[in-house]
Structure formats: structure tokens, C-alpha cells
């Protein structure tokens, strides 16, 4: 008797096949709490706050009601909530140990997904000011650790445009509740330094192997999109010449999916800057328009009608308008004022 067939639940991709140019757009889209994650895997702060871990934002899936069985049957029914968008299936699970069982599950079915790290084994990093750039970091994580905390990366700061090394250096400490006291510390191998917490990324960032923006090469199970002709290869792989114009695998426009000019990144900050809150505009109430005098009528009071006045008090008025009908009436004063001094003078001099 032969074994019953297994129900497929993703689309396999193919790497030969035409890449989509859509970017993920959907609002839930974001790293937990922040959507300029740090591009490294290690840049933001441990917190002992019990959180719920990442969501995970699914691909390609065929057959829902045969993934929910299996989640069901692999965390529970009642561990995780589950949202669909126009490019995604987002999964939530309640417990870091179920989410873990999940990316298992997905990476044994080759299921294109991505997700974020969990917030238990993100390090702690800070800034140490004052280190002579040629100070060997082994010798800085020596001195960190005898101190009394445990490091896990050293990585000396360099110049975003000359690449010079900088009296600056990264350091990731591994996650614990008395990292902050780091802060406290002013001497590291005979030199007066200066703990600072780091610059908050003001950049989205952009996965190095799909090349989409909004999650990080670490947590990635797309198919790989090159960086400079857009085909669906690891970039280290490209064979394209120099002298080949690139293509973006985002945009198809001719310049490399890293380039900051393109469209879609254009896009993504001005959505970041000037987010659309439909919720908070429909909320906020109508600003009360000015009084306005009715404009003057020459016509008698008989003859005119409500709606007419009705209607010169709520149209708009521009500044022009305001000024004419001003002068429509100083300059009868005016000149009314001008006669009755003029037969002032008359009378003055014929007595």
C-alpha cells in the first residue's frame, strides 16, 4: 500500500523564472517597534522586558488550511495568529521556543520567509571614543571582560566616505541586565575613553541577498537577487562586466539595487517621513472658517434675496477681493470728507 500523498504548501521558486520588481508595502512589514532596524544583527539593545518574539512574513503559500493543520499540530492551537496580506502570510507565535519550531519548519520545506531576530539574543551595543584607531580589538574585548562583561564583537568605526579608521570603536556585548553600567566605565588600556550609545539608523535597511528593503540577509530565506544585474544569483557570483550597464532588481532601472537615487528607496523614505494616518485624519476636526462681511450691494434691501447674501458670506475671498471692496467704500468718504472741507474754506474766506 502506498503511503499517502503529502500536500505541497509552498511554491518552490524558480531561480530561472522573470523576478518580480515589487517592494513589500504592506504597514506590518517592519521589524518589531521600529522600522530602521540597525543592518547589523547586533546593533540594537537587549531588553529584560518580556516581549512577544518577531512575526514571520511567509511567501508563496498554496494550500492554507493544510499549513494551519501543521502549525497546529507542531506549537498548538492556541500559540500563534496568523494575518494575510497582498504579498504575505504573517505568523505571530506567543513563545520564543515555538517561534524557533517554526523557522525549523520552514527551513525543512524550503519555504521562501523572512523574519527578524529575537530580542533575547540581540547584544548590547555602545560606542567607545578615544581608542587609538591601530589598538588591536582582541586587546580591547580582553580589557571589556576583565572589567566584568562579556563581549561578542569588536569592530573598529571607519569613515562612511574616505574609509579611514576612526578613534572609534563598536562594541556588541552579550545580553544582560547589567550591561548599562558600561556607561560607567572611563579608562580602557591607559586611555580616558568615552561610552556613548550609537546614532540610531536613519536608513531603511536592505537585505543583501533578496535586495528588498525592510529585513536583513541574517533572517532571509528568499531566493537570492544579484545587486548588480537584478537575476536571480548571489551577487559574489555575478559575471557581469564593468563595462555592462547594471540593473536594478527593484525598479529595473539601469543603476544597482544599493543605489540611493532609486525610486523605490525614494519612496519607502518619504512613506517613513510623512506616514499616512487616515484613522488620526478622520478623527481631526475640521478647522472653523472666519467670519465674513458680506460684501457691499448696490441693489436695494427689497430686492435682494437670502440666498444671495447667503451666498457672499461662505464664498471664498482672496486678499484682492478684501482690497476692492475697501476702497469701494474709503473712497466715497473720501471724497465726501474733500467737499465738505473745501466749502469749510469757501465760507472761512468769503467772511
Known amino acids: 500500500m502506498k503511503p499517502p500523498k503529502k500536500t505541497k504548501l509552498f511554491a518552490s521558486p524558480n531561480r530561472y523564472s522573470v523576478l518580480s520588481n515589487t517592494v513589500e508595502s504592506d504597514d506590518n512589514d517592519v521589524p518589531p517597534k521600529s522600522l530602521s532596524q540597525e543592518p547589523s544583527d547586533t546593533t540594537t539593545h537587549a531588553s529584560t522586558k518580556v516581549s512577544l518574539p518577531p512575526p514571520i512574513f511567509i511567501k508563496g503559500?498554496?494550500?492554507?488550511?493544510?499549513?494551519?493543520?501543521?502549525?497546529?499540530?507542531?506549537?498548538?492551537?492556541s500559540s500563534f495568529v496568523c494575518k494575510s496580506?497582498?504579498?504575505?502570510?504573517?505568523?505571530?507565535?506567543?513563545?520564543?521556543?515555538?517561534?524557533?519550531?517554526?523557522?525549523?519548519?520552514l527551513n525543512e520545506n524550503n519555504a521562501s520567509f523572512h523574519t527578524y531576530q529575537l530580542q533575547s539574543e540581540k547584544s548590547y551595543r555602545v560606542v567607545i571614543r578615544n581608542l587609538h584607531p591601530s589598538t588591536p580589538t582582541t586587546d580591547i574585548?580582553?580589557?571589556?571582560?576583565?572589567?566584568?562583561?562579556?563581549?561578542?564583537?569588536?569592530?573598529?568605526?571607519?569613515?562612511?566616505?574616505?574609509?579611514?579608521?576612526l578613534p572609534m570603536f563598536f562594541v556588541d556585548l552579550e545580553p544582560d541586565p547589567s550591561n548599562k553600567d558600561i556607561f560607567n566605565v572611563k579608562s580602557i588600556l591607559h586611555t580616558l575613553v568615552k561610552v556613548e550609545e550609537?546614532?540610531?539608523?536613519?536608513?531603511?535597511?536592505?537585505?543583501?541577498?533578496?535586495?528588498?528593503?525592510?529585513?536583513?540577509?541574517?533572517?532571509?530565506?528568499?531566493?537570492?537577487?544579484?545587486?548588480?544585474?537584478?537575476?536571480?544569483?548571489?551577487?559574489?557570483?555575478?559575471?557581469?562586466?564593468?563595462?555592462?550597464?547594471?540593473?536594478?532588481?527593484?525598479?529595473?532601472?539601469?543603476?544597482?539595487?544599493?543605489?540611493k537615487g532609486c525610486t523605490v528607496h525614494k519612496?519607502?523614505?518619504?512613506?517613513?517621513?510623512?506616514?499616512?494616518?487616515?484613522?488620526?485624519?478622520?478623527?481631526?476636526?475640521?478647522?472653523?472658517?472666519?467670519?465674513?462681511?458680506?460684501?457691499?450691494?448696490?441693489?436695494?434691501p427689497s430686492t435682494s434675496s437670502p440666498s444671495s447674501n447667503l451666498q457672499s458670506n461662505t464664498r471664498p475671498r482672496s486678499y484682492a477681493n478684501v482690497t476692492d471692496e475697501l476702497k469701494?467704500?474709503?473712497?466715497?468718504?473720501?471724497?465726501?470728507?474733500?467737499?465738505?472741507?473745501?466749502?469749510?474754506?469757501?465760507?472761512?474766506?468769503n467772511a
Do not use: W
Not at 496580506?85 to 520564543?96: C, G, I, M, Y
Not at 544579484?226 to 559575471?239: M, R
Open 61 to 77: 503559500v498554496l494550500n492554507y488550511s493544510a499549513l494551519l493543520s501543521e502549525l497546529t499540530e507542531l506549537i498548538g492551537p
Open 85 to 105: 496580506t497582498s504579498t504575505h502570510l504573517k505568523v505571530q507565535a506567543e513563545k520564543s521556543d515555538d517561534y524557533r519550531k517554526i523557522i525549523h519548519f
Open 141 to 165: 574585548s580582553s580589557a571589556i571582560e576583565e572589567i566584568g562583561f562579556s563581549t561578542r564583537q569588536v569592530t573598529n568605526i571607519k569613515h562612511h566616505q574616505t574609509k579611514m579608521a
Open 198 to 259: 550609537p546614532h540610531k539608523q536613519r536608513d531603511i535597511p536592505q537585505c543583501l541577498n533578496c535586495q528588498s528593503y525592510g529585513h536583513t540577509r541574517a533572517y532571509c530565506s528568499y531566493p537570492p537577487r544579484c545587486v548588480k544585474c537584478g537575476e536571480g544569483h548571489p551577487t559574489s557570483v555575478c559575471e557581469k562586466t564593468p563595462d555592462t550597464p547594471a540593473t536594478c532588481a527593484l525598479c529595473s532601472g539601469s543603476h544597482p539595487a544599493n543605489y
Open 267 to 300: 519612496e519607502l523614505q518619504n512613506r517613513r517621513r510623512h506616514p499616512l494616518n487616515t484613522t488620526k485624519l478622520a478623527q481631526k476636526p475640521h478647522l472653523k472658517q472666519p467670519l465674513q462681511c458680506p460684501a457691499p450691494s448696490t441693489s436695494s
Open 328 to 349: 469701494s467704500v474709503i473712497n466715497p468718504l473720501i471724497t465726501l470728507l474733500t467737499s465738505v472741507i473745501s466749502k469749510l474754506l469757501d465760507t472761512k474766506q
